[in-house]
């Protein structure tokens, strides 16, 4: 039995400052949430919003690293540093990172080996635009990005680790993909990593939808076979994550 996983994607939001007052108002509300229940937050809230949370059910993550261990690569974040601020998280590949820093999937398989090293759980996205939607390849484009991100990693750290689906025509828009879709594709991936793999490593490892995630779709989305929680941007700053949570 897969235990359901909800973690908000805050990206470049929240100061310091108002990222300890939003743990503030959300812990009640997630706290008899019965998922793993993730923050994952900008670099520099890292540290403050570990510190909010202590002793709560409420587990710290990145938005991204690089995959070399430390050196002259000005403006990046290691595994180590992730580690030591008390992160157990990491989101690689959001489409935005793919988008507009141009990470590929070999960046992103590299970053996906980088973390389990180190002992952080990836978060590893995936996601068709709407065009190739259209297009009728959303299944080949997704296992593409599945067989290369997961390129060389073993068979029980993909059991352990997660995948987040997120179509990139539902990320902030406000058009969720529909549960039909959202589970299509979930299961999908599923099925892929059972053929990569095997059916032990496809049943354990667990698979969030992600992509407008609101307080009044989570449940229905939550409850497909496939979909084990979600990974939630827009709605992880305000109270409806903690309805998100306990959905
Ligand atoms: C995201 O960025 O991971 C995301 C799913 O955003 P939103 O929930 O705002 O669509």
């Known amino acids: 039995m897969r235990k359901k996983i909800v973690a908000g994607n805050w990206k470049m939001n929240m100061t310091p400052s108002q990222a300890v007052e939003l743990c503030e108002t959300l812990k009640p509300l997630v706290a008899g949430?019965?998922?793993d229940v993730v923050f994952c937050v900008p670099a520099i809230d890292i540290v403050p919003v570990v510190e909010a949370v202590k002793?709560?059910?409420i587990e710290v993550g990145g938005e991204n690293l690089y995959f070399e261990d430390k050196g002259a690569y000005t403006g990046e974040i290691s595994a180590d540093m992730l580690?030591?601020?008390g992160c157990k998280y990491v989101i690689i590949g959001h489409s935005e990172r793919r988008d507009y820093f141009k990470e590929t999937d070999a960046i992103v398989?590299?970053?996906v080996k980088k973390a389990i090293e180190k002992g952080l759980t990836p978060i590893m996205c995936c996601g068709e635009s709407l065009e190739q939607r259209e297009q009728g390849?959303?299944?080949d484009w997704i296992r593409m990005q599945i067989k290369i991100g997961l390129q060389g990693v073993d068979a029980a750290d993909v059991a352990k680790m997660v995948i987040a689906y997120e179509p990139i025509w539902a990320i902030g828009t406000g058009v969720t993909a529909t549960t039909e879709q959202a589970q299509e594709v979930c299961g999908a991936i599923r099925e892929c990593i059972a053929e990569i793999y095997c059916r032990e490593t496809a049943d354990a490892v667990r698979i969030q939808y992600g992509g407008s995630v609101n307080a009044g779709n989570a449940a229905e989305l939550f409850s497909q076979p496939d979909i084990d929680g979600g990974l939630v941007g827009g709605a992880s700053?305000?109270?409806d994550f903690g309805v998100i949570a306990n959905a």
């Open 33 to 35: 949430s019965e998922a």
């Open 55 to 57: 002793g709560t059910n």
């Open 83 to 85: 580690l030591d601020a």
């Open 109 to 111: 398989n590299k970053k």
């Open 137 to 139: 390849i959303t299944l």
């Open 237 to 239: 700053l305000k109270a």
